[in-house]
């Protein structure tokens, strides 16, 4: 193994962490007296089906899946006696807890000082053949620019001419190619958890399906011309592929792994590579308005469960394991992989150390009660599957204001004493999502609502809110008062929420006759159900003495601005995805998590307290336990998400009190 103080000599000497365009280093590029090495990428497949190998003069067992790889690359002579190859179930005794802990925590260095990494897709089959094909085709209409779609009303006459003869000619770029590529990307290896931190941190990137061999970063813009500027015509494509081809499948596209190769392989590795490790860092974009700047860390705590939480691993504990390589340093290094403790007490293990590294709760807007490995309710279960990709905001909220996070530990680790101060009680609960183990067969139908689940607030009689003002709260909460993309008018936007038409037909047709600029809105077909469902199902929720449906017009005036209704119309898409819309008994509105990975017992519920803990930017929900309080996860509420908390406290209305946390 490579030591870290090796590795850092290199990079001093040779410049190691620069890009390596060769697969193969030519014997004068050599790093080490022994040659040099690279490491392979691969999905095990079925643990139960090994074959027998022989690794210096020794026989062992092996996978399929990494014999057929390692006959590949013997039959392209990728590799020889200078040039090596690292693999992990040869090189790590996996029966040996002691040894695998130790080598997770040198996956960093292990991967990023390889000369390149092999990424082994598969055998080959004719899919892999006519989706390299596609890919390689598509990638030459990438658009450097980062741009998708929605904003560039006047394509590049190439991307133009390119859908205008798949338009004519589904088969323009070959019979069954878009087949070929959905299955490509169903492949198991997409699938993997250890894939992410291999494709992130490594330097120099080659895939291999079968015999074929493609760039890796021409593959990253063959999907990338996909999201830019075919996402909604793949549809079309396919079903047309579908009916050529005989195939039928219950959900056209995995479009997890379209967005996982984008944006979590390639744009993250891109920024990792170009930036300095800059990916750790807050970044901004330059906006005229400090509000619409980009804060966020691109690999925070919350990118790393939800990355998580899309991968697939054998061992809980390698849920954060297995992302080990791509967390922050600082935080990295306090991290001790054990694989002698339960899933649960390596979760609290991990939480304790955020909160201490930095200083910070703001671990706790993920945490809840219903992972299923015991640990405790204000450690996030890394398993948990209700987390939503779409839920984070470009610019963070300051519920606490400046108050700093003071935080103890008890019970062996297992209890966090902390403190802030109680905000407000649920009262009124909107319905919730159908839930995964509805036997739901499309994921649209995750969208549905069951009417049944609504909870309607206790207190209907009209509060002494101004309607004008209730209108505007409401406005800031179903957009969460954050837009996702820069509107026209900063002050102003979220109001063109009101006017979104309920109806998917009514919504498109309007949209459609306003003309240029307004194509992105138009061309939501299917996807604008999102928001029509929703509409449907909270029409007769009441809000202060109101249905909700009162508040809405339907109606897209002559002077809206398409960047206001596109920004409203994904704010408030994004807000109600994996969450419920909620009143509280001193009439505020707000969203709680909608745990659609179980059922009713294990939900936000009637009674339920918002609270704001200082040093954590959310306030969260808790509930009441023995002699202190469960955490249930981040909320939203309107009216206390900028340091309101603290005002109030200063104006006696509310006391800071001490938490226990189970």
Known sequence: MLTGELLHRLERQSGLFRVRSAQVPAPSQYRFKWGDYACLSYTWGDPTKTTSIIVNSVQIQVPTNLEACLQTMQNRSMFGAKFKVWIDAISINQMDTSERGLQVGKMRELYTAAWSVVIWLGAECSDGQKAIDLLEKLSRYYNHGDKDERNIPNLNLE???????????????????????????????????????????????????????????????????????????????????????????????????????????????????????????????????????????????????????????????????????????????????????????????????????????????????????????????????????????????????????????????????????????????????????????????????????????????????????????????????????????????????????????????????????????????????????????????????????EFFTDRVPDTALHDDYSAAYNAAKGSSQAQRLVVTEKNRIGWVTDNNDSGGEDQVMRGDLFCVVFGCSTPIVIRPHIDGFVVLGEGYLQGVMEGEALQMVEDGGLCIQDFKFY
């Open 159 to 549: 991307i133009e001419t390119l859908r205008s003869s798949l338009k004519n000619n589904p088969e323009y770029l070959g019979r069954g190619s878009w087949v070929a590529l959905r299955e490509f990307l169903s492949r198991p290896y997409w699938d993997r958890l250890w894939i992410i931190q291999e494709v992130l941190i490594s330097a120099s990137k080659t895939v291999l399906c079968g015999s074929r061999s493609i760039n890796w970063n021409i593959l990253c813009k063959g999907i990338g011309t996909i999201h830019q500027s075919l996402f909604v015509m793949k549809n079309e494509l396919l079903d047309h592929d579908q009916k050529v081809c005989g195939k039928t499948y219950p959900e056209p596209w995995s479009t997890k792994n379209l967005h996982r190769v984008l944006k979590d392989l390639w744009l993250l590795g891109e920024e990792l590579k170009q930036k300095n490790h800059s990916i750790y860092l807050p970044s901004k974009r330059a906006d005229s308005h400090p509000r619409f700047q980009f804060h966020r860390k691109p690999l925070d705590i919350h990118r790393l469960l939800e990355i998580s939480k899309q991968s697939l691993g054998s061992d809980a504990r390698d849920k954060f394991y297995g992302l080990l390589a791509i967390v922050e340093p600082g935080f990295a290094s306090q991290i001790r992989p054990s694989y002698d403790v339960d899933a649960g007490a390596a979760f609290n293990m991990v939480a304790k150390t955020h909160i201490q590294t930095y200083n910070s709760l703001e671990i706790l807007r993920e945490a809840n009660p219903w992972g299923g490995n015991d640990s405790a309710s204000w450690a996030p279960d890394w398993t948990w599957q209700g987390r939503n990709r779409f839920k984070m905001h470009l610019v963070p909220y300051n519920a606490s204001g400046n108050a700093p996070a003071s935080v103890r530990f008890l019970d062996q680790d297992k209890t966090l004493i902390c403190s802030g101060v109680i905000i407000d009680k649920i009262d009124g609960l909107g319905p919730r999502h159908r839930e995964a183990r509805d036997g739901v067969n499309h994921a649209a139908e995750l969208w549905e609502f069951k009417a049944d689940t609504m909870v309607q607030p206790q207190a209907t009689s009209p509060s002494e809110i101004e309607i004008e003002q209730l209108k505007l709260d409401l406005c800031r909460a179903l957009t969460r008062d954050r837009p996702w993309e820069i509107p026209n008018n900063e002050s102003t936007w979220h109001l063109a929420v009101l006017n979104l038409p309920a109806d998917e037909d009514t919504a498109l047709m309007k949209f459609s006759a306003r003309g240029p600029g307004w194509e992105y809105l138009a061309s939501e077909r299917n996807y604008y159900q999102r928001w029509s469902l929703w509409r449907k199902a909270h029409a007769e929720f009441m809000i202060c003495g109101h249905r909700l449906d």
